[in-house]
């Protein structure tokens, strides 16, 4: 009841499958200290920490907790600034100071009896299997799509984590793509630049300008509107998969909260492989990590023939704690006078959270992204500089990931999403192509419009 949708009283269908894993908890817990009093403070504990997250989360994101948030924890151990920003701090000194309390217990509290331990083992053996069963049970696919909001409000925390990590599991294999036939009038070159937390100022604070840059290629644009991705202040990599493989909610079902965890069974959907007929080098360019969400071999499947990361960068080429937009929209450019046919996709960092107080010696972090975002927008018209003065015909694609997470948000599921995205052409040979009234689209119909101003 305390999780967020919060329902007083959640439906009684799935209420052994809410009851039985904290059951099978403190059975577990009490085979390991012979204590019940023990056992059953661990696993409240457990609960409430699986609590705090979710509506920590919901908070921030906008999302209650999905089981692929777990698949995220070593990426917490190694970049903890990403996530520690969502954390009070408050509730940072009662988790270490919590934490210690409980492992003093572990040690001081601890039954040596070992009557208490065997009936833990049977309440062990009996509630896994009774789990098992249940699992199983819900976690059968049908046609009914992932309802996030509505099953967490319905049946709890849970239910929801465990039936829809078996669903996901369950889930056919996609049908392979095949590449697209070479066609004249392609292109040489295309660069798509997915840009961290990139959104209109104009549209998350009223004294906050729109960016010229943006409102001027709109009205030179082919094709031009709102991205609607499904994340808001972080899941970059849904956005990403959505543009680089093409693939609907609908189609991905109970992947899509984390597709990039299944994308190796599907690697002929990627943009990369689509055009190869088209374009003999592909770049990716990601200036930080690259084993993030397993890029690192996630690229190369995909068809990507040259992976650039923070390596290739200097200090030098820092604006604030990250690369700046500036220096990855130079190493785009190298990248196209060097090559005479080829794609490009590059996911950038310079506005990647958290945004503090202090941050390029602004007065708040929301005054830090607004800085940033207009850095940005600058690398959008360097591009289209940089592609004019080259003399290519090069398809241009700019767009954000998501919106950022600058301050705590409703618990209302709904909340505007949208991004903009701009399509350009500049040296197109047929002539501008203006394209006036905006399109509205996802992650997978930009991928989509991108095929097929390729192949057109």
């Not at 009038?185 to 961290?196: K, N």
């Not at 190869?276 to 084993?291: G, N, S, T």
Request: include cysteine.
């Amino acid at each position: 009841m305390f999780v967020c949708p919060v329902r007083f009283l959640r439906r009684r269908s799935l209420f052994f499958l809410r009851s039985i894993p904290v059951l099978f908890s403190s059975s577990f817990f009490l085979v390991l200290t012979g204590s019940t009093p023990i056992s059953l403070l661990i696993s409240a504990v457990l609960l409430g920490i699986l609590v705090t997250a979710s509506n920590l989360k919901l908070r921030l994101l906008n999302e209650p907790l999905v089981f692929t948030d777990f698949s995220l924890l070593g990426a917490f151990v190694r970049h903890p600034r990403f996530y520690l920003q969502g954390i009070p701090v408050f509730l940072r000194v009662v988790a270490l100071t919590g934490g210690a309390f409980l492992v003093y217990l572990l040690i001081r509290a601890s039954s040596a009896a070992m009557l208490p331990r065997y009936a833990g083992l049977a309440g062990t053996v009996i509630f896994a299997i009774l789990l098992w069963v249940l699992v199983t049970r819900e976690g059968r696919i049908n046609d009914e799509p992932p309802a996030l909001w509505d099953d967490v409000h319905n049946h709890g925390l849970l239910p929801v984590l465990m039936s829809y990590a078996v669903r996901c599991r369950s889930l056919p294999a996609l049908s392979p793509r095949l590449p697209l036939p070479r066609a004249q009038g392609a292109p040489d070159a295309v660069i798509i630049v997915q840009c961290e937390s990139f959104a209109d100022p104009a549209e998350l604070n009223a004294v906050w300008n729109s960016l010229p840059a943006l409102t001027r290629y709109q009205n030179e644009a082919i094709q031009w509107g709102k991205l609607l991705p499904s994340g808001l202040g972080a899941y970059t990599m849904r956005s990403e998969y959505g543009v680089l493989c093409g693939d609907d909610e609908e189609c991905l079902s109970y992947r899509l909260f984390d597709p990039f965890l299944t994308a190796d069974q599907s690697p002929s959907h990627a943009l990369p492989h689509r055009l190869k007929q088209f374009y003999e080098k592909a770049l990716f360019l990601h200036p930080y990590d690259i084993r993030f969400y397993g890029r690192d071999r996630m690229m190369p499947l995909w068809g990507f023939t040259d992976i650039v990361s923070r390596e290739s960068f200097s200090d030098d080429d820092r604006v604030g704690p990250y690369v700046s937009d500036d220096a990855v929209a130079d190493c785009l450019l190298k990248h196209l006078t060097e090559n005479e046919r080829s794609l490009a996709y590059c996911v950038t960092i310079e506005n990647h959270g958290p945004w503090k107080k202090g941050r390029l010696g602004r007065v708040s972090g929301e005054e830090a992204w607004y800085e940033h975002v207009r850095h940005s927008d600058a690398m959008l018209d360097k591009l289209v500089t940089g592609i004019r003065e080259s003399g290519r015909d090069v398809l241009l694609v700019f767009f954000g990931d998501h919106r950022p997470a600058l301050k705590a948000l409703p618990p209302i599921e709904g909340l505007e999403r949208s991004t903009p995205y701009v399509m350009l052409r500049p040296n197109d040979p047929r002539g501008r192509d203006v394209s006036s009234e905006p399109v509205d689209v996802t992650p997978a119909e930009l991928h989509r419009s991108i095929l097929r101003h390729v192949s057109s």
